[in-house]
C-alpha cells in the first residue's frame, strides 16, 4: 500500500457480510458454548431448533437479503433434506445410511432442489418467482404425503438418531452449534467477498452489476446451490430434532418465519437476520398467552419493517453510521496516482459504430449514427434532450441491441446486447443517475467495478482459501488507490447513501476505473457539480485520457466539453449534426443557431 | 360428467378470473402485484356468511355491505402498503408490505372467524343440477365485471383516465390527473372485485380463511397465462384454469391434479415469462 | 391436520379401584401439588376436539381437587397447547419432562404432535396416557412407558368395516379420504381390512380438502356400484361435500366413517337435513343410545355434567368423556401406586377392566391398547341429542 492510502481509514470500512459487530458474535458463540451447564434441556431444545434454522436461513438470506430475490417457499428446502436423511437412514427406499452419510446426501438433494426453483427466478420477475417458490413448496408436501412407501404418506416416517459423537442431548446440540457457526462462517465469507458485493449489486443496482462484468445467471445459481444445500442439511437436523417427521410438520408457517426472521433482521447483514431467527423461534415459548396471535404478529413486525425501518435490526445496530460526517467537504481529485491504477500502455484501441439505427416503437432514437472513440482521447457527445446521446451510449455497453449498424472494437464486431460482457474488453461507464447500493460503504461500491478481476470461484470464496483472500486484498488496494484518485478516501468506509450527489458522481468514475477500463464512458457526469468540483472533474477526465484510456463524454455544460474534448459530435434528433474539434464545432452556423444558441 | 366438468370447470374459473381482474385493476394503478387479491376473495365469502347467515340481514344489503368492505380494504392497502413504497418501487418491497398484510387480516379472520370452514348461504333459490345457482352466479358475476370494465374504460371520464395511469403515469401527471386519487379509486374498485369474486363463487368455495391462499395463487395464473394487466387474458385463463383443473380431477384425480396446475404453471412461464398473450417488457436503463 | 382421540376411566370413583393409599408417600414434598403434563392441541386448525376433550380434563381435576385431591396434594396440569403444530409439541415435551419434571403426560391430541412426542417422552423415561388413535404410539419395545385409554385407529376402521360387512352386510364398498396424513393412512390401513373380511373396494381414493368439487370421484363411485361410502377426514367441509352431492345426485347410498361425520360443524355445511340421513359416525358403545337410553355409568356422568353446567350443545360426549376419564385415571394411579413414572407404568400394566365413562380399558404388560374392540360401534349422526347419538341400527345388543 503507498503512502497515498496507508493513511486513509480503511480498516472497517466495509459494511456488507463481514461479520460485523464481531462482539456480537463472540457473545453469541460463548452464550452457545456454556448453554449446557444450565443443564435445562428445555432451553437446549429451543437452542438446537434456532441453531437449525439459522443454519437454513444463513443460505436463504444470500438469496433474500443479499440478491433480493424474493423466495418465500423456502421450507421446501427443509422438506426435502428431512425426508432425504429419513428416509435414507430408515432404509425405505435403498439399504440403509449411515445417518451422517443421508444427511450429507440430505444437502446434496437441497443443492439440486434449490437450483431448480432458483431457475425460475433468472426469467422471472419478483413476484412471479415468489409465487414459483410458494407452489414448488407445495407439490413437495403433496409428493411426500403420496409416496407413501418412502415418506410413510401422511403417518409420516421416523427421524434419523445420529451415533457417538452427536448423540442425542447435549451431543446432538453441539451437533448444531458446530453446523450452525460453519453456515455463519461461509455465509460471511461469501457476502464479504466479491460474489457478495455483487449479490447486493444485482439486488440494488442491477444495470451497474451488469456494466462492471457481474454474470446474473451464474452468480444467483451459485447461490441457490448453495442455499439449498444448507436447507437440506437444516432439513436433515430437523428430522432428528423433531424424532418423527409427518407433512404438516413442514407449515407456511414456518417458511413465512425463516423470511421474516431475515427481513427483520436486515437485508445485507448476517448477524442481524441471525438475531432475527433467535428471536422468532424462541418469543413463541416464551409468550405462551400470545400464541395464537404469533402469526399475525409476525407479520405486523414485517409490515413495520418494511415501512420504517427498511434496514431492520442490522440498522439499529449501525451505530457507527450514525456519527454526523463532517460537514464541509471537499473532492480533491489527485490525478497523479492514476498511474498506479491504470496499465498505460501505447496500445491503440479503437470503438467505431457506424450507421447506427434504432427505434422504439415508431420513434427513431437513433437514425444512422457514426461514431468513434479512441485511445487518449476525449470524444464529446452534445445535443438537446431526446438526441439520442443516451442511447448511443446504451448501445455501445450493450444494453440496447440496434435495428441496424456495426459496432466495432478495433475492427472485430462487438456483439450487440450482453451488457455484463463488456467489463471483458475494459469498457466502463457512469449513470446519467448514479447507481449504487445504498447500504455498502463506498470502498465496496467501488471494488464492485473491480469484480471480473478476481480469479477465485464460489467455492473458494465459501471457504476463504487463499487465493480469495489475495483477491480481496488487491480489489481492496485497487479500490482505495482509485477512491484516492478521485479524492474521496477519507469517505471510504461511509455507506454510500450518505454521500452528496456530487461525490456520488465521482464515487462512479472510481468504480468504473476499477476495470483498468480501455474505454470510460461518462453520461453527464457534471450535472449538478458546482463549477469548482466541475472544473477538477474535467482535469480528472483529461488526465484520464491522457494515460490511454479513450473518453466518451456525454455532457450538456458546453464549456466543459470545448475545454477537454478532442473531438465532439453534436447530435440532433438521433442524427449527426455536426462533427469535429471543439473549434470547428463552435464556429459551426447550425450548431450554434441550433443548440449552443447564443 | 362432461357436463359436471364444464359447469363446475367454469364457475370456479369464473372465480379465479374474478381474482386475476383483481389483480390487474391494482397492477394497472401502480405497476405492483398485491397479495391481497386472494384476501379480499376470502373475505367477500367470510363477511357475506357473517352479514346474511350471522346477522340475517338480507341478501342483497349483504352483498352492498360486502362491496363496501372490499372498497375499503382496498383503499387501506393502498395507503398502507402500496404509497407508502412506490418510490422505490425497484426494491419491489411492496410484495412484501402487500404479504404482510395479507398474512395480518388472514389471522386476523382466523381468530374471529374460526379455522373450520363454514356454510354461504344460498341466495336465489333458481336452477337446480348443473343449473344450479352456485353455478352461474360466479360466471354472471364474472359477465358483468368484464362488461361492467369495459363500459368504464371505454365510456366514461374517470375510465379513461384509469387508461392513461395505465399508460404512463408520468405523462397522466403532466396533464394534471390527479394520479394518487385515481390509484386509490383504482385500489377500491379492485377491493369490490376481489370481494365479488369471493362472494359469488362462496357457496362452491364456502366461507373459510383457508382460500386466501388458494385464491391467491389460482387468482394469479390466469394473470401470468394471460399477460399482465389483460383483463380479457385474465378470464380466458381463468375459465381454462377452472376447467382444466376439472378435467384433471375426472381423469387423473387427487393429489395430481394440484402437482399438474404447478407444473403447467411453471414450465409455461419458463418458456415465456410475459405469459402466453403478453408482450415483452422494455428495458430499464 | 390430524386427528385426536381420547379415552376415559370411569365416573365413579367409587367403583372397583378404590385401593388404600399405598405405600408412604415420601418425606418431602408431602403437599405439594402433583404435576400432570398436558399437551392439548388448544388453537391451530384441528382444534374442536382438543378443546371438546380439554372441558373433561378440566372437571375432572376440579372435581378431585374439590374432594380434596389425592392424599392430600391437589393435582396440578402443566398445559401446554401444541396448536396443532408437531414443532410445538417437540418443544413442549422438553419443557415438560426437562425443566417441569412431571411424572405423567397426557397428550398430544392430534396425531403429527404425538407421532413426535412419543419418542420423545420415551427417551426421557416418563410415563405417557394417549387419547391419540394412531396405532404406531403404541409399540411395548419402543414405548414400554406408553399406554393408550382410546381405540387405536385400527379398531376405529374395523368398526365401521364390522358394520359394513357383518350388519350391513354390503359387498361393494368406496373408500375416499382427503390428502391428510390421517385421511392417507387410515384407507391405506382399512382397504385390506375390508378386503380380508370379503369386501370389495370399487374406489379407493385421496382428494385435495380444498377441493370444492367431488362430483367427479362420486360419479366414479356409483359407476363402479359402491353401495356404501366410507369416508375418512375429520375436515367437516370435506365430509359435507360428500354428503351434498350424494344428495344432489339423489344417490340412496349409506355413509359409514369418520367421528366429523356427526359434528355440529358438518351439519351446518349441509344444504338440506335430508342430507344428513343414512349416515353413519364412529362411536363407542358407553355414550350412545340404546333404545332412547345411554348406558348408567354414561348416564350418571351427562346428571354430573348438568349439574356442573358444562356445556354441551357444540361438542360431543365421548370428547369430554375421554378427557374426564384420562384425570380420572390418573388420580387414581397416584392414589394407589405413586406419582413416579414407573410406579404408574408399573400400575398400568396391571389395570383389567376399569370401568371408564368412554370405555373399559384393560392393559397387560404385553398390550398398551386397552380399548375394547365391541366398544367401537357406529351411530346415526341425524340422532344427536346431549352431545350423544343413537346407536346405528342392526346391531344386537
Known sequence: MTDATASAPAAGASWLGKLEGKVSWILLGVAGLLLPLLDDSYIGVIAQRAYIYWVLSAGLNLVVGYAGQIAIGWVSMLTLGAYTTAALTAGTATEPWHPYLALIAGGVVGAVAGLVVGLPALRLRTFYFAMTTLGFATIVTQVALAWKSVTGGGVGTPGPVFPWPFDPGWGFYYFCFILAALATWMTANIASSRFGRALVAIRDAEVAAEASGIAKPKLLMAVFLFAGALGGVAGGLFSSLQSYITPDAFTFEISVLFFIAILIGGRGSILGPALGTIILTALPEFAAPLVQWSTFLYAALLLVIVLVIPGGIADLLDYKNRRPLEQHREIAPRQELLGRLLDKSDAKHTIALKDIALHFGGVRAIDGLDLEIRSGEVQGLIGPNGSGKTTTLNVISGYYAPKSGTLMLDGRSLPFGQPHLRARYRIARTFQTPRLVGAASVLENVMIGGTVHGHASFAEATLALPRNRRDEKLLHEAAMQALATVGLENLAGVRADRLQHSELRFMEIARALMLRPAFLMLDEPAAGLSPEEIRRLGSLIKAISREGTGVLLVEHHADLIFDICDHVTVLNLGKVLAAGTPNEIRSHREVVSAYLGA | ?285 | MSIKRRTVLTGSAAGVVSLTSGLAAPAIAQSDPIRIGYLPALTGPSSSTGVGINRGVQLGIDEINAAGGVNGRKLELIVRDTQSEPTKAVNAVAELTQRQKVGVIFGPVNSGEALAATPLIARDKVAMLHPCWVDELIDVKKYPMAFRIAPTNTQVGGGANFYVADVLKLKKAAVISDTTGYGTASVNTYVPMLKAKGVEVVYQGHVDAANPDLKPDMLRMQSAGAQVIMPWSVNAGFLSRILNTRGAMGWDVPVVGQTTLGSGQTKALLEKPENWNKVYSNNFRNCCYENGKLPARAQEFVDRLKKSKIEMGDTLLWWIALGWDGAQMMAQTFKAAGTKSDEIVAYWNKVKDWPGVYGTVTWTPEQHNGFPDREVVMCEVNSLKDGAFNLAPGYSS
Open chain 2, 1 to 285: 360428467m362432461f357436463q359436471s366438468i364444464i359447469s363446475y370447470g367454469l364457475a370456479v374459473g369464473a372465480v379465479y378470473a374474478l381474482i386475476g381482474i383483481t389483480y390487474n385493476v391494482m397492477f394497472s394503478a401502480s405497476r405492483v402485484f398485491s397479495f391481497t387479491a386472494g384476501m379480499l376473495g376470502m373475505l367477500g365469502g367470510v363477511l357475506g356468511a357473517l352479514f346474511i347467515t350471522e346477522w340475517g340481514l338480507p341478501a342483497i344489503v349483504g352483498l352492498v355491505l360486502v362491496l363496501a368492505c372490499g372498497a375499503v380494504l382496498g383503499i387501506v392497502t393502498e395507503i398502507v402498503t402500496v404509497r407508502p413504497v412506490l418510490k422505490s418501487i425497484d426494491q419491489h418491497l411492496y410484495v412484501l408490505s402487500t404479504l404482510a398484510f395479507a398474512l395480518m387480516i388472514q389471522q386476523l379472520t382466523a381468530i374471529w372467524w374460526g379455522t373450520d370452514a363454514r356454510p354461504f348461504p344460498r341466495l336465489i333459490p333458481v336452477g337446480a343440477g348443473w343449473l344450479d345457482q352456485q353455478f352461474w352466479l360466479p360466471m354472471l358475476a364474472c359477465a358483468v365485471t368484464i362488461v361492467g370494465l369495459e363500459l368504464l374504460y371505454r365510456k366514461t371520464l374517470i375510465g379513461r383516465a384509469f387508461l392513461a395511469i395505465a399508460e404512463d403515469s408520468y405523462a397522466a401527471r403532466a396533464l394534471g390527473l390527479p394520479e394518487t386519487g385515481l390509484r386509490m379509486a383504482s385500489y377500491a374498485l379492485a377491493g369490490m372485485i376481489g370481494a365479488l369474486a369471493g362472494f359469488s363463487g362462496a357457496e362452491i368455495l364456502l366461507a373459510f380463511m383457508g382460500n386466501q391462499a388458494i385464491l391467491n395463487f389460482y387468482g394469479f395464473v390466469p394473470v401470468a397465462l394471460g399477460g399482465m394487466g389483460s383483463n380479457r387474458g385474465a378470464v380466458i385463463g381463468g375459465l381454462a384454469l377452472g376447467v382444466f383443473q376439472q378435467a384433471a380431477n375426472f381423469l387423473v384425480g387427487g393429489i395430481f391434479a394440484a402437482v399438474a396446475v404447478f407444473a403447467v404453471f411453471i414450465v409455461v412461464l419458463l418458456l415465456r415469462p410475459e405469459g402466453l398473450a403478453g408482450a415483452s417488457a422494455a428495458r430499464r436503463v
